[in-house]
C-alpha cells in the first residue's frame, strides 16, 4: 500500500497511454512529473500529489484530507492543488507529464492541451466536466496554458503512487512536513543536429571522449 519502492514516475508515464495524443519518442523527456489522486467516501477524503523531476528526484509529496461531495470533484481538486504546487517552483518552458487514475479528467486535460496550441480550433471534442468541478478546471486549464507543454497519461489506481496519499492522508500527514525541493532535472534536454529529439536510449546514453 506505501508509495515507497516503485517504478519512477517517468517509467509509469512512459509505460501509460495518452488519451487523444500520439506518444512519440520526446514524450520520454518530460522535465516533470506529476502523480495525483482524489479519493471520497463517508468518512472524509483526500488528496495526493507526487512530484519529481525526469531524473526521479522528488521534488514534493502531498497527503491532505478533505471534505469534497463526490469523488469527481477530488480528482479535479487533486490535479489542481499539483499544477498549482509545480507552477510555483517550475519555469515557464516546463514539460510536464502527468499521471491520472480517472478516465474523464485525463481526457479532458489532453483536450485542453491540443485546445491551447490552436485556439481559433478548440479542443477534438467538448470537454465533459462535471457540474461541481468547473471551478477546479478552471484553475486546471490556466495551469496547463501556463506551461510550455503538458500531456496526461491514464494508469491503473493500483499503479498510482499517489493513490495511499489520498485514501489514507491520516497516515502520511509526515509527507507533509518534508523540505519542499526546487529543482531542476541535472541533464538538460538532448537533440541532435537536425533539432529533433532522439530516442530514449540515445538520450540516455553517456558520451564518451571518442563520440
Given amino acids: 500500500m506505501a508509495a515507497y519502492g516503485r517504478p519512477t514516475l517517468r517509467d509509469l508515464f512512459d509505460e501509460s497511454p495518452t ?11 518530460r522535465d516533470f512529473y506529476i502523480a495525483s489522486d482524489g479519493s471520497f467516501s463517508d468518512a472524509g477524503g483526500g488528496l495526493g500529489v507526487i512530484i519529481e523531476t525526469r531524473d526521479g528526484e522528488r521534488v514534493v509529496r502531498r497527503s491532505l484530507p478533505d471534505d469534497v461531495p ?25 514539460r510536464v507529464g502527468v499521471l491520472i487514475d480517472h478516465d474523464n479528467l485525463a481526457a479532458n486535460v489532453n483536450r485542453a492541451t491540443i485546445a491551447a496550441k490552436q485556439p481559433a480550433i478548440g479542443p477534438p471534442h467538448p470537454f465533459r466536466v462535471p457540474g461541481q468541478s468547473r471551478h477546479h478546471w478552471r484553475g486546471i486549464r490556466a495551469r496547463i496554458a501556463g506551461f510550455q507543454e503538458l500531456r496526461a497519461a491514464r494508469i491503473d489506481s493500483s499503479e498510482n503512487p499517489a493513490h495511499p496519499l489520498a485514501n489514507t492522508p491520516e497516515q502520511y500527514a509526515h509527507v507533509n512536513q518534508e523540505p519542499d525541493r526546487c529543482m531542476l532535472p541535472s541533464h538538460p534536454i538532448e537533440t541532435d543536429s537536425t ?8 538520450a540516455n546514453r553517456p558520451r564518451h571522449a571518442s563520440d
Fill in 195 to 202: 533539432g529533433q529529439f532522439p530516442p530514449p536510449s540515445r
Fill in 70 to 94: 463526490n469523488n469527481n470533484v477530488a480528482e479535479y481538486r487533486a490535479l489542481h492543488l499539483g499544477l498549482d504546487i509545480l507552477s510555483a517552483r517550475a519555469p515557464r518552458d516546463t
Fill in 19 to 29: 488519451p487523444h495524443i500520439a506518444h512519440p519518442p520526446r514524450t520520454h523527456h
